[in-house]
């Protein structure tokens, strides 16, 4: 697809950035974490390993890429988190994908309790399989997983849920949770079920210093496992509208007086509690300012008169995109350099608590390609 091959010249652009790092994000703490999590594999009795349903692949944890694809991983359980942010499809075929691979896959969202308890039930499953069924045991879960892809949010949910299942008392235990990568800086444990005791071992993120692919780079920067101090946020940014650019989504923002129906009975119901907003994970920005944002970009594509399949054409209209999205976002006049890094922070931060759609950005692929399962 010619839109695509254009919109790759931006993630080249972005990769040779993230190359340009050498790694710095893996410093002296994460390399110790990833000896200690080495150490601890073989002593659990169940590796659950947290990826982004954005990138289940590039999210792979790297020390844990099977050496024998063909045999099915019966101490390893997948959990695809940030379903809500990914194009659910995508993900119905990347759990199915998995499986097939021969390793247990869940798709999780973990603000759901719902989901979390259906990810407990298939942890303690798991864990009776292993000790061949018997109740009145210990069982030992490694949580494990790149920066920021919800481990600590996760393992709150468990414990919390866990802790009503058993009616326990004592004080509540709380991993630290932060949309940035990197907070998490030791193993700790937390009891998440009873019958059999389930505790489960909460770890630094690790990210490897070396990518697969050149595609890795730029994907776990845009979904926040790089911090994006590291780099320039408008370059992210450039990189985003060039994927919203290159996909259909945008074009069910064409009827913005629905969206805007929908969004004003929102605010209604809203209101009636505490609030006169919605209010989303990691995400403050009123619902009248995110129409805005998405009528700018819906507008800007809807009249742009060039070829997307062009690369100065898409270039030139994600400046345009950035330009009019000033206005959306109501941001007051400051020199152009500290105006587009606000522009490209408050629009990334949209895109990473879901509000400008679903995005998948790794393609299941073919059955027949080796891949990272």
């Given at each position: 697809m010619a839109t695509a091959a254009a919109a790759e010249a931006?993630?080249?652009?972005?990769?040779?950035?993230?190359?340009?790092?050498?790694?710095?994000?893996?410093?002296?703490?994460m390399a110790a974490a990833e000896r200690a999590i080495g150490a601890r594999i073989p002593l659990v009795d169940l590796v659950l390993e947290v990826r982004d349903a954005r990138i289940p692949a590039t999210s792979a944890f790297?020390?844990?890429?099977?050496?024998?694809?063909?045999?099915?991983d019966l101490r390893r359980l997948v959990a695809l988190n940030k379903a809500?942010?990914?194009?659910?499809?995508?993900?119905?075929?990347?759990?199915a994908f998995m499986k097939q691979r021969g390793c247990s896959c869940v798709a999780v969202n973990s603000h759901s309790s719902e989901i979390i308890k259906e990810l407990l039930n298939a942890v303690r499953g798991r864990i009776r399989e292993?000790?061949?069924?018997?109740?009145?045991?210990t069982g030992t879960v490694l949580l494990v997983g790149i920066p920021n892809v919800g481990k600590s949010a996760i393992v709150n949910a468990m414990h919390q849920i866990g802790r009503i299942g058993a009616a326990e008392k004592g004080k509540l235990k709380h991993a630290?949770?932060?949309?940035?990568?990197?907070?998490?800086?030791?193993?700790?444990?937390?009891?998440?079920?009873s019958h059999p005791n389930i505790y489960v071992l909460d770890t630094p993120g690790v990210l490897s210093p070396i990518f697969a692919n050149d595609d890795s780079g730029p994907r776990l920067v845009l979904t926040g496992a790089i911090k994006d101090s590291l780099l320039e946020e408008y370059e992210i940014a450039q990189f985003l509208l060039s994927i919203l650019?290159?996909?259909?989504?945008?074009?069910?923002?064409?009827?913005?007086?629905?969206?805007?129906?929908?969004?004003?009975?929102?605010?209604?119901?809203?209101?009636?509690?505490?609030?006169?907003?919605?209010?989303?994970?990691?995400?403050?920005?009123?619902?009248?300012?995110?129409?805005?944002?998405?009528?700018?970009?819906?507008?800007?594509?809807?009249?742009?008169?060039?070829d997307l399949g062009n690369e100065d054409d898409l270039r030139r209209l994600i400046e345009t995109q950035l330009t009019s999205l000033q206005n959306a976002f109501r941001l007051s006049a400051e020199s152009s350099e500290v105006?587009?890094?606000?522009?490209?922070?408050?629009?990334?931060n949209l895109y990473?608590?879901?509000?400008?759609?679903?995005?998948?950005?790794?393609?299941?692929?073919?059955?027949?390609?080796?891949?990272?399962?």
């Open positions: 931006f993630s080249r652009r972005l990769g040779a950035a993230v190359r340009g790092l050498s790694g710095a994000w893996y410093g002296r703490h790297e020390p844990l890429r099977r050496r024998s694809p063909e045999e099915p809500d942010l990914a194009d659910p499809s995508e993900t119905e075929k990347w759990v292993i000790k061949h069924g018997v109740s009145d045991c630290i949770v932060s949309s940035h990568p990197g907070e998490t800086r030791d193993i700790s444990g937390y009891k998440v079920a650019n290159s996909r259909k989504e945008y074009r069910e923002w064409d009827d913005l007086n629905i969206l805007r129906n929908k969004s004003c009975f929102a605010d209604t119901l809203s209101t009636r509690s505490h609030h006169s907003k919605r209010q989303y994970s990691s995400d403050h920005t009123q619902d009248f300012i995110v129409r805005g944002v998405r009528q700018a970009l819906f507008e800007t594509i809807a009249n742009f008169q060039g105006m587009s890094k606000r522009v490209a922070i408050k629009l990334l990473r608590t879901g509000r400008l759609g679903h995005y998948t950005l790794d393609h299941v692929p073919d059955v027949r390609q080796e891949v990272a399962a």
